[in-house]
């Protein structure tokens, strides 16, 4: 029992439940072994009975939670309303909107994304563009909105004088914060993450985090449709061998403008792991989650570009187009797979040669802005991809002084390869700067979301973020999934998770900043495997994924985070809630505005009939698609093409006959259902006009969003990945094809009959935009 209740003190479950009344205990070592990533020993009966004491005393001596979320215009939480009368309150904004921008009870719109005031010294020489990390680290960057101001005193209630909390000491070149205010309108408090300390009339004191959100994620428009498309495996004319960030703005100028479509999804375009071949080349295991990966860079579009192709180094630029052209010649006309080391090893020589060419003063002074901006986050990131290049992209194996990104022997380094520390910085600059032309693009298309990012549920654990972050990741710990119905194995995804105590120690700083990172040029942000706000499978290193435990976060506080910068973004949210979805979590993320994910095949009366679910009954705050990256297309489940696929890579659980009969009839029940609501004019047995009549099914639902898999719209037969194999296929690596398996580039989709007849299902008045919540003359940031 002592061990339970340490646990359950800890958020770790002891057991978990695979399938509705069934309960499965946790093992006892995989418990002890969660506890002690999460620092806490119960090695021995004697160490669980110290660590339990210490557990409980703590929790008994708290005045105030950790992290108390104050949503607006709702009830105050009991953390607040149960504290005794008298109680005095103060407040210190920690990364806040000013007061000022409250006017009658009407929140507080997003602030302008550039504020006056002096912006971060690089922390390199005083040669322009600053370099980072040759000299201690200046003033902090000024936050994405005003500095807070404290908020205005109401009638305070009886008590003594407020008093706040010891001085903190501030993060490295923090700039001041605002002095601490009392307060008693709580109600009215600004936007932000805020300190907030309480005594009571006794004299006990405490303090905690204070979230002050928005009640509601911005709102998604109604009944737009959009592509979604893995960008690597969308091929133009003008790219190296793969997608890149001008197929993205040219894919949302012309679906936007010709299609009338709302929204372009795209997969995470995180920065990967370096080295030849590709450690992992799946976009869901990135180096970092916070910075874009330079692979997707369109070289010709970097203003320099030009300056250097007419310099001593045009011949060499030329070679390199040139080889550009064959690798993306070999794709789109011999049918080669996307050689994503190829590419970077390209695009990465010739950005070299265009990074020689000096920045103009406004450039200069735009990427001074932008190391400012991203401060120690991106001076760590650079640091870690320079000595990547000197070591190795597995940083486990660097010099033990170097694993540590705070070690002497590390600032020593930083600066010894300051020249490839600001390479990776600008790489990092021309990345933004290309996915702010994106965004840009779908903007002016007229796009009533724009583009949906995608952020990728955990990183590698030989990348970047796990060596600038490893004192927020639980060691020896792994992310992944407990057995179920579908898979009895369970899964591991070699994700380092992170510690929820450690989030909540650091104000939520790194997931803080992760999410102003990928909502930064996000019309919309999908969040992969959402239930991740709310708990994580953890396995411990060395054991099977059958032998995990849940633990717990603060959904409140993640929530209310997401919600927070979603509201300064003025960007729409897209929970992935696909596979065993713990009871009210839906339920919780709708009541926040975040949109879920439904997949038509999944759709079904589970508690009743079981039977297909009408369009009428399917919810309305979603997007609804009928296949994503790691499922079928609609011409291979139609056809049954999958099966083959499954049973020649020995993926069937059961014989191939069997499943094809089921699959036969499940797909037989859906034809019906298409045929019946008269959505299938065409007739059973036009595969083309069967994939329509599926997407009309989905365009009848209430649903806000319809996605449509981009190579649906091919007739593509072929998934970008297939869950289970290894080298055994070819993940993330194929371009768009046709039903023929024959590679299309993006302007021989733009010209494709098939997608326009299946885009006429579409063809309904375009949406009225919804406003930006930006003030006026504002872009997001």
């Not at 001076?379 to 002497?408: I, N």
């Not at 919804?770 to 006026?776: D, E, G, K, N, Y």
Request: net charge neutral; charged share 25%.
């Amino acid at each position: 029992m002592g061990l339970a209740r340490l646990a359950a003190l800890h958020g770790v479950a002891t057991d978990y439940e695979p399938s509705e009344g069934v309960r499965v205990a946790v093992p006892e070592a995989t418990v002890i072994a969660v506890l002690a990533a999460l620092g806490v020993d119960a090695s021995t009966p004697a160490a669980v009975r110290d660590a339990l004491h210490r557990a409980e005393s703590a929790h008994a001596a708290r005045l105030l939670p950790r992290t108390v979320v104050l949503w607006r215009s709702e009830p105050l939480p009991p953390a607040l309303t149960g504290l005794p009368e008298g109680t005095s309150l103060r407040v210190e904004a920690e990364d806040g909107e000013r007061p000022d921008r409250l006017r009658a009870g009407e929140p507080p719109s997003r602030p302008p994304a550039a504020q006056p005031g002096p912006p971060a010294a690089p922390s390199g020489p005083p040669a322009a563009p600053p370099r980072p990390a040759a000299a201690p680290p200046g003033p902090a960057a000024a936050p994405s909105g005003p500095p807070a101001a404290p908020p205005r005193p109401a009638a305070a209630p009886p008590g003594p004088p407020a008093v706040s909390d010891p001085p903190r000491d501030a993060a490295p070149g923090a700039a001041p914060r605002p002095p601490a205010a009392e307060v008693t309108d709580l109600a009215h408090l600004p936007y932000g993450v805020h300190r907030l300390s309480a005594e009571t009339p006794d004299g006990r004191t405490g303090s905690c985090t204070l979230i002050v959100a928005p009640a509601r994620a911005p709102e998604a428009p109604e009944r737009v449709h959009g592509f979604l498309v893995q960008l690597y495996s969308l091929l133009s004319t003008r790219s190296w061998g793969m997608g890149d960030l001008g197929d993205l703005a040219e894919l949302a100028a012309w679906s936007g403008r010709s299609l009338g479509a709302g929204f372009v999804q795209v997969n995470p375009l995180h920065a990967a792991i370096p080295g030849r071949p590709t450690t992992d080349p799946s976009p869901y295991r990135p180096s970092s989650r916070r910075f874009p990966d330079p692979v997707h860079l369109r070289v010709e579009e970097v203003p320099e570009y030009a300056l250097a192709a007419a310099g001593p180094d045009r011949e060499r630029l030329q070679a390199l187009r040139e080889r550009g052209a064959e690798l993306r010649s070999a794709v789109l006309d011999k049918g080669a797979l996307i050689d994503r080391d190829a590419v970077w090893a390209l695009k990465r020589e010739a950005l070299g040669i265009v990074l020689r060419v000096p920045l103009g003063p406004g450039r200069r002074a735009a990427y001074c802005d932008f190391l400012a901006e991203q401060g120690q986050a991106l001076e760590d990131h650079a640091t870690w991809c320079a000595l990547a290049d000197v070591y190795g992209p597995e940083w486990r194996s660097w010099p033990a002084a170097l694993q540590d990104p705070r070690s002497t022997e590390t600032g020593r380094a930083r600066r010894e390869l300051l020249d490839r520390v600001d390479f990776h910085c600008r790489l990092a600059w021309l990345a933004d700067r290309q996915l702010a032309a994106a965004a840009r693009a779908a903007d002016e298309a007229g796009m009533a979301v724009g583009v949906v990012h995608d952020l990728a549920v955990g990183v590698h654990p030989g990348g970047a973020d796990a060596w600038a972050q490893r004192e927020v990741f639980a060691e020896g710990m792994s992310v992944g999934a407990p057995p179920d119905a579908f898979n009895a194995r369970g899964q591991d995804w070699g994700l380092p998770p992170w510690r929820p105590d450690a989030l909540a120690a650091s104000v939520f700083a790194p997931y803080r900043g992760l999410l102003r990172s990928a909502l930064r040029h996000a019309g919309a942000l999908r969040i992969d495997h959402v239930m991740g706000l709310f708990r994580l499978w953890w396995v411990p290193q060395g054991r099977p994924p059958t032998e995990g435990a849940y633990v717990r976060y603060d959904a409140e506080a993640m929530l209310a985070l997401l919600v927070l910068e979603a509201h300064r973004a003025g960007a729409v949210v897209i929970g992935e809630d696909l596979g065993t979805v713990e009871p009210g979590v839906r339920e919780a993320l709708s009541r926040r505005g975040v949109l879920g994910t439904s997949v038509l095949w999944f759709e079904r009366d589970w508690a009743g009939t079981g039977r297909p679910l009408p369009p009428e009954r399917w919810r309305r705050d979603c997007v609804a698609t009928a296949a994503t990256h790691d499922l079928p297309s609609t011409a291979a489940r139609l056809s049954g093409d999958h099966l083959a696929l499954r049973h020649r890579l020995g993926l069937l659980t059961r014989p191939l006959e069997r499943e094809r009969t089921d699959q036969a009839a499940e797909v037989a029940e859906w034809l019906g259902l298409l045929a019946a609501l008269e959505l299938l004019p065409e007739g059973a047995g036009d595969e083309e006009g069967e994939i329509r009549a599926v997407y009309r099914f989905l365009r009848r639902t209430p649903a806000r969003m319809t996605g449509i898999w981009l190579p649906d719209a091919a007739g593509d037969r072929r998934p970008q990945n297939l869950p289970g194999t290894w080298d055994q296929y070819p993940n993330w690596r194929m371009p768009v094809a046709d039903a023929d398996g024959h590679p299309l580039s993006l302007e021989e989709l733009a010209a494709s009959p098939r997608l326009h007849r299946l885009l006429a299902v579409f063809h309904t008045p375009r949406p009225a935009r919804t406003p930006r919540t930006a003030p006026p003359g504002a872009r997001p940031s």
